[in-house]
């Protein structure tokens, strides 16, 4: 017989036999990837956001674009895996689609076509962000049966796509600042709840709530 192969309990046998016998369920612990993929999006955000609201020299952006495939894309792109493992839909869509928005912006710098050396038309820029304002509309509906933390990130995050967006097509420098603007309220959103998530399983209880919207 193998090692660690469960018997067969004898007909009649005791509840404690059979109990015995019976195969042992156990299950993996995973952490919750969550506060990463939280913290990845919220840094990287950051820090494009204070480019566009120029608030810091455009000399400097080649920084945001490493960041943006390491952590913003590549960590962001793990953690939504991650929350397949759990079984976290929402999450898991969220991080791997935003994981993967990052990843885009990179190889759109890298393959020079966000740069003045050639350009694309303002408008294929616009729909762009504004696509990706859709999906996070949609993300936003979801999310209101997750936490209030979460579905602020996400109302903020909306409506910066939809302004950068906007502000893209129409080559308006006012409204791109504007849209940095929410961008960097939209990372300190992020950043709260990531360091909620964090502080929260270190501590074994609530320290920083995130207000709980998931109904019975």
């Known amino acids: 017989m193998e090692a660690g192969a469960a018997r067969e309990p004898l007909r009649g046998a005791t509840a404690e036999e059979r ?40 000399k400097g952006l080649p920084t945001v674009i490493a960041v ?29 689609s935003f994981g993967a ?36 509309t949609y993300m936003l509906v979801a999310s209101l049966r997750t936490t209030a933390a979460i579905s602020l990130v996400f109302l903020l995050l909306a409506a910066t796509f939809f302004v950068l967006g906007i502000g893209n097509a129409n080559g308006s420098v006012n409204t791109i600042k504007i849209g940095g603007y929410l961008g960097i309220a939209t990372a300190a959103a992020a950043w709260y709840a990531s360091f909620a998530g964090v502080v929260n399983s270190t501590f074994g209880r609530i320290l920083l709530p995130v207000v709980d919207l998931k109904r019975p």
């Open 68 to 96: 943006a495939l390491a952590y913003g894309g590549i960590a962001q792109l793990l953690a939504g895996m991650w929350e397949f493992r759990t079984g976290n839909t929402f999450g898991a869509t969220a991080f791997s």
């Open 101 to 136: 928005f990052w990843i885009s912006f990179f190889l759109l710098i890298q393959l020079k076509l966000f740069t003045p050396d050639t350009p694309v038309p303002k408008s294929a820029v616009g729909l762009y962000l504004i696509s990706w304002g859709i999906f996070t």
């Open 19 to 58: 109990a015995a016998a019976a195969p042992v369920v156990t299950r993996a612990i995973t952490a919750d990837p969550g506060p990463l993929g939280l913290g990845a999006f919220a840094l990287t955000t950051f820090m494009l956001s204070m480019y566009n609201a120029h608030l810091i020299t455009q």
